[in-house]
């Protein structure tokens, strides 16, 4: 299942008639030899892409490569007051022209370019003006073949609209797996369904100026739709939910897969969003995808694996003492399960793993216990390993959670807990302006707000990101204006810190080590600083 922004036909119209193609190479060949140039920096024949800065400097590697500036979309971006312009060939083969409030026609900024003079601004670095570029912008000595190549991608690239959009109406969809409890969905269904709700109403008359609104102000006007969510409800084991997805999908395509919650590993929604090119933002998960350089999917942050990371760092100087570190999984619990794989992977043979049923008897030597296992459990692990010379216990707080309160006072004073959020008790101010919302709709979820401030901050930063876009429903240039607006947001959910450079994909990427107070024995103090792991 393909993005459908281009046809095969109109890519063989398109590099069949570039005056550099090479009769040899098909259209579709081309087109990938150009993305290879233009996303890699890497030229037909293998060798690295090189170019020229400064009049006579040759640089190579990542400083050439044009989608480090003009991006993956080919739309542009801004850092500073350095503006890299699009580089889509329709935009480029017509004039640029800015809109005025009444006739005549606006003045022209920048004449249309050709194949030919945009061969000259590519090697050359003059704009179709007659003018010299920045030079920031580098020029490539490429050969006739190879510029027919990267110029064939530069016509491929699309400004929209992708999959998704009607003339009136933008679909989304939410992902619900049935493993989330009932109160659990209807929290999260009842925010984004108000959110969404609210936003038609406000905006009802734009409906109205995008179809019948002044000539000059069709730029403002024209990208308003009308926000459609449908619900996806995921059934059975992961192994059965690609299937359900492609169906779903085929059914209605969507624009972008928002939030959506699971207690299950994400992989399956993963894979497909990259396959399909679909963007995934933001879902409530514990278990996202982690170690791969994808694009399509967005996470508030690694979950789980950032709190092994935490624990492990945290517990080094134990396992470096001659005492053994213990640690006590549950089979079936997937969160569980992959938190002691990667507490395992960065500890290797300083760590003994166990699994909760087996665990009968003390183990020799154990001096800390990592124990992925809620309030009960960890309880039961501790009393078996206690008497070995146990100092401290080490938990997850998105295993307890966030419900500290049900650990059991005997524990308190060992207990050292992980968390890729800020504390529980220090959530309050960060979701002061969702919270509120969500009480004046009668909707606030107090045991899951969590799952609600996570929502309505993906639907803060879509909102902003459509806005950003324009006209351009792109996919691709929604996730790069996403990335754009995460450093400057003012509501980060429940997550101390956010930010998303170019091409990273956790927003929040710190974690902390929090115990009980000793003065306040209910009260959770954070015992170190939010750290970020190199």
Not at 139 to 166: H, K, N, Q
Request: aromatic content about 10%; glycine content about 6%; overall charge negative.
């Amino acid at each position: 299942m393909q993005r459908i922004c281009r046809s095969a036909a109109l890519l063989l119209a398109l590099v069949s008639s570039a005056v550099f193609a090479d009769g040899d190479v098909t259209p579709e060949q081309a087109v990938e030899y150009g993305r290879k140039m233009y996303m890699e920096g890497i030229l037909p024949s293998g060798e690295p892409l090189t170019a020229i800065v400064s009049g006579d400097v040759e640089i190579t590697g990542e400083f050439v490569v044009c989608g480090e500036c003009h991006r993956k979309s080919g739309l542009g971006a801004s850092e500073g007051e350095s503006i890299a312009p699009p580089v889509v060939g329709s935009l480029l083969y017509q004039p640029l022209q800015l809109p005025v409030s009444r006739p005549p026609e606006p003045p022209v900024q920048r004449p249309a370019y050709d194949r030919e003079t945009l061969a000259i601004s590519i090697r050359d670095g003059i704009s179709s003006t007659g003018e010299a570029f920045s030079m920031l912008m580098p020029r490539y000595p490429l050969s006739d073949t190879d510029m027919g190549y990267l110029i064939a991608f530069m016509e491929s690239l699309s400004v929209g609209p992708d999959p998704g959009v009607t003339e009136t109406d933008i679909h989304f969809a939410t992902v619900i797996t049935d493993d989330v409890a009932p109160d659990a969905r209807k929290a999260l269904l009842d925010a984004m369904n108000t959110f969404i709700e609210q936003k038609n109403t406000e905006t009802r008359h734009e409906s109205k100026r995008a179809s019948s609104g002044p000539w000059h102000k069709d730029w403002r006007f024209k990208p308003y739709r009308k926000w459609v969510l449908h619900t996806w409800e995921l059934e059975g084991p992961p192994s059965g939910w690609r299937a359900q997805l492609e169906e779903l999908y085929a059914a209605q395509p969507v624009f972008a897969v928002l939030n959506g919650v699971s207690n299950r590993s994400w992989e399956p929604v993963h894979v497909f969003c990259e396959d399909v090119r679909l963007p995934c933002i933001f879902p409530t998960t514990d278990l996202p995808v982690v170690g791969q350089e994808d694009f399509y999917n967005v996470y508030l942050s690694r979950g789980i694996f950032i709190e092994a990371d935490a624990i492990a760092s945290h517990v080094g100087d134990v396992a470096g003492s001659g005492g053994r570190v213990v640690q006590v999984y549950k089979s079936g619990d997937a969160r569980s399960e992959a938190a002691a794989d990667a507490l395992a992977e960065r500890l290797g043979s300083d760590v003994t793993t166990v699994e909760f049923a087996a665990l009968d008897a003390p183990i020799d030597d154990s001096i800390a216990l990592v124990a992925w296992l809620d309030a009960s459990d960890a309880l039961s692990a501790w009393k078996t390993l206690q008497g070995q010379g146990l100092e401290r216990l080490y938990l997850s707080g998105a295993i307890l959670d966030r419900d500290e309160g049900s650990l059991d006072e005997s524990l308190r004073e060992h207990a050292w807990i992980a968390y890729s959020t800020e504390l529980p008790d220090n959530t309050a101010r960060l979701l002061a302006r969702s919270t509120g919302w969500f009480r004046v709709k009668r909707i606030y979820s107090s045991e899951y707000e969590d799952i609600q401030a996570n929502a309505y901050f993906t639907l803060k930063m879509t909102g902003g990101a459509l806005n950003a876009i324009r006209l351009y429903f792109n996919r691709d240039f929604f996730l790069e204006s996403i990335e754009h607006m995460i450093d400057n947001a003012t509501y980060t959910s429940v997550y101390p810190r956010m930010s998303l450079a170019p091409e990273q994909r956790f927003a929040s990427k710190g974690s902390l080590i929090a115990r009980f107070d000793e003065a306040n024995p209910g009260k959770l103090v954070a015992v170190t600083d939010w750290v970020v792991p190199d």
